[in-house]
């Protein structure tokens, strides 16, 4: 293993990054760049999967493929999955080994690795059950609120000072406090989003707190008509996976979207301004108030009892707005006819989208993503309503003169997934469970038969996730002990552990660990999203770090310091796999483990040989995933 400086680690081929529309016809001037991207995700995942795949062979035990016929079926997912794998005569991998299967159901659900002591307890529990066990922990634990509470900002777009307004640190405080608060309150998916949609009060107000949503359709530079459309932009493609009306609200998706949406290709301009008309009575007025006052520069969201979509616009961020024939202004119609009963427009448009079937799906599409790698429809907020239903598949022709495809991997399965999650009344956490107690979800990660391209999309093994710039923060944190402890603006408390910031760009106290999480690609919601692209740099600074390299101290890390006691090399090499790898060490690894420790010639040394073996477990490939 030797010094440090000579270790040389693989760089991992990590996942591509989700590409997202913008507000210009990005599509107009680049087609190929998303004609292309479903294609270049799978090649990453399949170049991924291979990478980790020989890794963790090289460290541990072989495993066997089987046919998808002797996996057991736990539930509908497991019917779908093994089903077309058995219709298709492709093997599935095995089920986890119990230390894959506690990392990875650790790390999914609360973005922190197990502790050696609960890996030990667990492998050592005898119980059929302990798989499901250990899943109802997790779920009501108090990290799985900090990691998903960091799902939720991204999606809701959770940033202080965005591209297009300032919506200040204390509205990012209170608006992040107000999204931990629906977990820890376990309010629906379709709570959170209808509140998100339809609040009113300050967006200071932690209370009122979900009225920082609306304010991210606020765009300057034009008439009041481009902030109704951004707001249906965004609400469309957070809670209806549906980004293509970004698009429409500029013009007919005819000439424009016939090569990715066949919804799209037929959808009006009209129709998208019809559906942002349901915004036509938001208002948002800003405070001005001295800068020393805590309510200084917040906005009070709410709603007038009259108002239309006027289509008199010359000027703006989109085309003019003109007249259609003698039709002036509009008022709401949801898609599919569905107008409001009453003045209270924002509230007639949430709760015709939480009946939508697209909301059901889309969010199904997601959580699926989050846990399994690839979505059933990619990218996520590409949905297209034409090409979903199994029972009604597209009759139109393609471009191309070919029949238009339904768009999920798993079509069957998406409307099950979104059924399901409506049955269960939009329950967050019932839902998760579903899908991490199915064995599909519980397959290895390891696949020793021949791993073909075109099985990447059927889901016969488990696709790693790298973890982001935060879960690596923490993990590194964890292990050896050494918590942060950072301040952000406007708040009095002290965080030590990155998950539970507000945002991607914080610590902006410590700027040195900002940028070393930063290098993992945790983007800023706003002009920049998360990747799960690889780097040079992102392995270079788990080598080299001043974050990584002052805490693999064995004279200052408590972990470190316990692990040094141990009497014998053997139990050195096994702890520090636990401590890092959440696994114990291959024979391999063993040996090789204690012939360097018994290098060391004084208690000094040892402790230096200690840290070298610490420092490499770190660096190995799998250190950084989910796997």
Request: net charge neutral; hydrophobic share 40%; glycine share 6%.
């Amino acid at each position: 293993m030797g010094e440090k400086k000579s270790v040389k680690t693989a760089i991992p081929l990590l996942l591509a990054p989700a590409l997202f529309w913008g507000a210009e016809c990005t599509f107009q001037a680049n087609p190929q760049e998303f004609l292309a991207r479903e294609s270049r995700h799978r090649r990453d995942i399949y170049q991924a999967t291979r990478k980790i795949g020989q890794s963790l062979a090289r460290g541990g035990s072989g495993r066997l493929t089987m046919a998808a016929a002797l996996i057991p079926k736990r539930n509908f997912i497991d019917e779908e999955i093994f089903g077309k794998l058995e219709r298709l005569n492709v093997p599935s991998a095995a089920l986890t080994t119990d230390e894959e299967f506690l990392r990875r159901i650790y790390l999914d659900l609360t973005g922190t690795p197990p502790a050696p002591a609960d890996i030990r307890a667990f492998l050592a529990d005898t119980s059929e059950t302990k798989r499901d066990t250990v899943i109802e922990k997790l779920l009501y634990s108090p990290q799985f609120v900090d990691k998903w509470a960091m799902w939720w900002g991204d999606l809701l777009l959770n940033v202080a000072f965005p591209a297009n307004f300032d919506r200040q640190y204390n509205g990012r405080n209170s608006y992040h406090e107000w999204i931990r608060r629906q977990l820890v309150w376990e309010r629906t998916i379709k709570e959170i989003a209808s509140e998100a949609v339809t609040a009113t009060g300050n967006t200071f107000d932690i209370a009122t707190a979900g009225t920082n949503f609306p304010i991210n359709g606020k765009t300057p530079n034009g008439p009041i008509q481009d902030t109704y459309d951004t707001m249906l932009k965004t609400a469309a493609s957070a809670f209806l996976g549906v980004s293509h009306y970004d698009c429409v609200l500029c013009h007919n998706g005819r000439g424009h979207l016939e090569l990715v949406s066949l919804w799209g290709s037929t959808a009006t301009r009209l129709e998208a301004q019809k559906m942002a008309a349901f915004f036509a009575r938001l208002d948002m007025p800003q405070r001005n108030l001295p800068a020393t006052d805590f309510y200084y520069r917040s906005f009070d969201v709410r709603d007038r009892t009259s108002g239309t979509y006027d289509l008199n616009t010359n000027f703006g961020n989109r085309p003019d707005r003109l007249p259609v024939a003698a039709l002036r202004n509009l008022t709401p119609e949801y898609r599919g006819g569905a107008a409001p009963s009453d003045s209270n427009w924002r509230k007639a448009f949430a709760d015709s989208m939480v009946a939508d079937p697209l909301f059901a799906m889309n969010f199904a599409n997601r959580l699926w993503k989050e846990l399994f790698g690839l979505p059933l429809v990619d990218p996520v907020d590409g949905l297209d309503p034409a090409r979903l239903d199994p029972d009604n598949p597209p009759q139109a022709a393609s471009p191309e003169g070919k029949p238009w495809a339904l768009q999920a991997t798993h079509p069957e399965l998406l409307v099950k997934l979104g059924q399901d999650l409506a049955r269960r009344e939009f329950g967050f956490r019932e839902f998760l469970r579903v899908l991490v107690r199915s064995s599909a979800y519980q397959l290895s990660s390891r696949y020793d038969d021949d791993w073909k391209f075109d099985y990447v999309p059927l889901f016969a093994r488990h696709y790693p996730r790298r973890l982001e710039g935060e879960e690596v923060h923490d993990a590194i944190a964890l292990a050896t002990g050494y918590p942060g402890s950072y301040t952000v603006n406007n708040s009095t408390e002290r965080f030590t552990m990155a998950l539970r910031l507000p945002e991607p760009v914080e610590p902006r106290s410590n700027g040195a660990v900002a940028g070393f999480m930063n290098a993992f690609l945790r983007g800023n919601r706003d002009t920049v999203f998360r990747s799960q692209q690889g780097s040079i740099l992102q392995q270079l600074n788990l080598m080299n770090d001043s974050f990584v390299l002052s805490r693999l101290t064995a004279r200052g890390s408590p972990p470190l310091i316990a692990i040094s006691k141990l009497a014998t090399n053997e139990e050195v090499v096994e702890e520090t796999f636990l401590l890092f790898l959440s696994r114990r060490p291959s024979e391999y690894e063993m040996r090789k483990g204690v012939e360097f420790l018994a290098g060391a010639k004084t208690p000094t040394e040892r402790l230096d040989y200690i840290e070298d073996l610490a420092w490499v477990a770190l660096n190995k490939v799998e250190f950084i995933f989910s796997y």
